[in-house]
């Protein structure tokens, strides 16, 4: 009998131990799963994402107008992170802006990685240089159109034309907005002076707006045309 109660002691303990165990090592587990849960969100909400980049082509003096042109190339990419057709643009001066409608949307949706609102959209309207009285634009996506950078189908799609259509309604409309979710929605012109030699890459934050940050050209690149 005594013999039976050490044991039965023993395998008591031997419970008790394991409980305590695997107590603390779900405790262990459910804390770094919520740490990581809490990484993840965080890094939601202040990553972004790489929309365009800009490259100065050439920087030309016309002894006429005693003017310095720059041309710029701009390239945009796509909600799948590939480039679209390039564009040139040509302006008397190097300070140059990029006017963009940006639509913010909650932070829940950027949280939970919503697929469509699970960061803020940017749609480039204009590249433009003011110059005083004299202001030049270049226009990139028009009121209502499909972006370039958002396109679904080839060609001219009259279901995803009207869809554009009432997304911008949507986008502009307070009272529209709020149903689905857009915290903010305005006009930015991000814009910076912009010389030879340097690569320039737009961001759009997932919870924010724009900017643009510069990088240096590899050494190798400079000084070289290289073919299209």
């Avoid at 980049?53 to 190339?73: A, M, P, Q």
């Avoid at 699970?118 to 028009?142: N, P």
């Avoid at 307070?174 to 030699?197: D, H, M, R, W, Y």
Wanted: some cysteine; charged content about 25%; hydrophobic content about 40%.
């Amino acid at each position: 009998m005594k013999f039976i109660n050490i044991r039965t002691g023993r395998i008591a303990v031997f419970i008790l131990c394991a409980a305590i165990i695997f107590g603390m090592a779900r405790f262990f587990l459910n804390y770094v799963h919520e740490k990581s849960v809490l990484k993840e969100m965080i890094s939601r909400l202040t990553a972004d994402t790489r929309i365009a980049e800009v490259l100065v082509t050439g920087v030309n003096y016309d002894d006429f107008s005693n003017k310095i042109y720059t041309t710029i190339k701009f390239l945009e990419y796509n909600t799948a992170g590939e480039p679209l057709e390039p564009r040139y643009f040509t302006f008397t001066g190097n300070i140059i802006q990029f006017q963009s409608l940006v639509i913010r949307f909650d932070d829940c949706y950027v949280l939970k990685d919503d697929r469509l609102r699970g960061k803020s959209i940017a749609l480039f309207m204009k590249a433009f240089m003011l110059d005083r009285t004299d202001t030049q634009e270049y226009e990139i996506t028009k009121l209502e159109e499909v972006p370039e950078g958002y396109k679904v189908s080839k060609g001219d799609n009259a279901f995803e034309k009207k869809i554009w259509q009432r997304f911008w309604k949507y986008a502009i409309d307070p009272k529209s907005s709020n149903s689905l979710g857009i915290k903010n929605c305005q006009i930015e012109a991000p814009g910076t002076i912009f010389v030879p030699g340097i690569l320039y890459k737009i961001s759009i934050e997932h919870d924010g707006g724009m900017r643009i940050d510069s990088h240096p050209l590899p050494d190798i690149l400079k000084g070289e045309k290289i073919p299209g």
